[in-house]
């Protein structure tokens, strides 16, 4: 499947209206969060993959049902084995199961990355920190998940083929992340504190962008709307 962008570049005013939005605040609160209980409880590199892990999924979940329940979309631009894809209910449920199935065996591949470095042994106090810390990034995607589908069921089209294709776009600082902070898990703990503090900023600044940047373009592919 193929997928065209809109190309109009983002103004400052755009910028500073994005950044103001509860689900970004919500993005960076849960990143803050992370960060918090990390440095608080000696959480090593290791740990925070798998939260960051976590969050990337959280991420493709919540296209995926986003797709699922479509009613009203666009799929300009879109196409499938060199033809243009439907507009139809049918259309975007199949696109939605390639989407799982891709998006799903590209995080499954990752889950064994990191399950080849065997850190990850936790007493129970500190996997349900863990678990509260995934909870912050599911309950804060999951409001920008409200927010994109509201306009949805007001009349507007969404473009389908930009749902799709956006948490890849969306997830490559995660993936940065991941590698990066493989290589920070093979320097050992204790000294790389601010080595991974640094990490972590530089990961809430990416995540932050991104989220901007995937809002700015779900919104200027649009059709249907006054502005």
Not at 24 to 47: D, K, M, P, V, Y
Not at 60 to 77: A, C, E, H, I, Q
Not at 101 to 113: D, K, R
Request: glycine share 8%.
């Amino acid at each position: 499947m193929k997928q065209s962008f809109p190309a109009t570049p983002l103004s400052k005013a755009q910028l500073i209206d994005f950044a103001r939005r509860p689900a970004f605040l919500g993005i960076i609160a849960g990143n803050a969060l992370t960060i918090f209980l990390a440095i608080t409880r000696g959480w090593s590199a290791n740990e925070l993959m798998w939260i960051y892990w976590c969050q990337s999924v959280i991420i493709g979940l919540m296209n995926f049902v986003r797709m699922w329940t479509l009613k009203n979309f666009s799929t300009d631009g879109l196409t499938s084995g060199g033809k243009p894809v439907e507009e139809t209910p049918a259309a975007a449920k199949a696109t939605a199961l390639f989407f799982a199935f891709h998006y799903g065996f590209f995080h499954l591949v990752y889950a064994i990355f990191l399950s080849t470095d065997g850190k990850f042994h936790l007493p129970p106090s500190e996997a349900f920190l863990i678990f509260v810390s995934v909870m912050g990034f599911l309950a804060s995607h999951a409001f920008s998940l409200n927010q994109n589908m509201a306009p949805d069921m007001s009349g507007t089209r969404p473009n389908l083929g930009t749902i799709m294709f956006m948490p890849y776009i969306r997830i490559v600082p995660m993936h940065l992340t991941i590698i990066f902070g493989g290589f920070i898990t093979t320097l050992g703990n204790g000294p790389n504190v601010v080595l991974l503090m640094l990490f972590m900023l530089l990961k809430t600044a990416a995540d932050g962008a991104a989220h901007v940047i995937e809002h700015y373009i779900y919104q200027a592919s649009r059709t249907g709307q006054d502005s």
